[in-house]
């Protein structure tokens, strides 16, 4: 493979659209987008990395599949839902829910904090769906997120990133960061960050292109800080999550070499359903629910190294 060192920053064109002006912000900080075509084009427009290298990096730089490893843990709740909803509508499966959430009451079955987690979640889609419910895309996202992470050290806010300030976009969207709830060496409560995700109802291929340059710079400072935070872990990295109405991707970046490399997740739909059809696809092909749980893991993952960074840190400063 060819150097991948970018060591020669480009310049801003007065001539740039402002597609193209993102592109400059996400390559001169030394990152590889792999995810959008015009992006691609860009890079080998400016020749700075020939058409093959980039595809290997996407090879090289993909996150253990999160789809299926958690599998195992929910195929019980699954299987419940789908017999429910193959033999009835929604109103069956709801009530399949109830039964399940009563049953270690009834002394009959015994189930985890995430069984629990995840049949608040299924319910309230449900309750959405059957039209019980009704949010905008942003909140019904923010709600299920909400839930995902009840019961760990992760706090979800509305507001922007520490980082946003270095990330020129004119773009209006919704919030949702991801922060691990610490404290420092002397006690003291802090909030560290693990994740940028951002909301936009923007029909623009455009306006998507360049939130996705603005995440993915926002997701690179998130990195570089937990990396200062837990030197100690090698394979640390955020996941950011970029959503556009009821659907949306989750994208990793990690560093590889002298650059950083940020790449989609997975292929597989990341959408929240609002009919029965979707419902129907949520639960039997959409994968939805292990790639929420893994989302989960990983980013308690994170709250571990992180919390017990801080720890020995702790401990170092009372010896001293």
């Known amino acids: 493979m060819e150097s991948l060192e970018h060591s020669s920053v480009l310049m801003i064109d007065s001539n740039m659209n402002r597609m193209e002006l993102s592109f400059v912000y996400v390559s001169n900080r030394n990152i590889i987008n792999t995810m959008g075509v015009k992006q691609l084009e860009s890079y080998q427009r400016r020749n700075r990395l020939k058409p093959g290298t980039i595809y290997k990096l996407r090879s090289l730089c993909q996150t253990p599949d999160f789809t299926y490893s ?4 929910i195929e019980h709740i699954l299987t419940t839902l789908r017999k429910a909803y193959s033999i009835g509508n929604l109103d069956e499966t709801r009530f399949a829910i109830k039964y399940m959430k009563n049953a270690q009451m ?12 995840l049949l608040d979640m299924l319910e309230h889609i449900i309750e959405t769906c059957l039209g019980h419910k009704e949010h905008t895309p942003y909140t019904y996202w923010y709600n299920i997120f909400t839930m995902l992470f009840r019961g760990t050290h992760i706090k979800l806010t509305n ?43 923007s029909s623009s ?16 400072s998130i990195l570089c800080n937990l990396m200062n935070e837990c030197k100690d872990v090698q394979d640390i990295f955020p996941i950011g999550i970029h959503l556009d109405g009821y659907s949306g991707y989750l994208f990793s970046i990690k560093p ?27 639960i039997h092909e959409g994968r939805m629910l292990e790639m929420l749980c893994n989302l989960r893991e ?9 919390r ?13």
Not at 70 to 73: D, G
């Open 70 to 73: 958690n599998n195992a843990l």
């Open 106 to 117: 009834m002394s009959k079955v015994h189930r985890s904090t995430l069984d629990y987690l």
């Open 159 to 201: 507001h922007n990133s520490v980082y946003a300030d270095d990330c020129s976009s004119t773009i209006d969207t919704e919030k949702i960061l991801f922060q691990c709830v610490t404290h420092d060496v002397y006690g003291k409560q802090k909030h560290i960050e693990i994740s940028s995700c951002e909301h936009t109802n």
């Open 205 to 220: 291929n455009t306006e998507n292109t360049i939130l996705q340059s603005k995440l993915i710079c926002i997701n690179q």
């Open 256 to 282: 590889y070499r002298d650059i950083y490399v940020a790449s989609q997740i997975c292929d597989h739909p990341f959408f929240l359903p609002l009919t029965m059809a979707e419902f129907e696809l949520f």
């Open 298 to 306: 990983h980013y308690k993952s994170i709250t571990k190294f992180i």
């Open 308 to 320: 017990q960074s801080n720890r020995d840190k702790s401990s170092w400063v009372d010896h001293v």
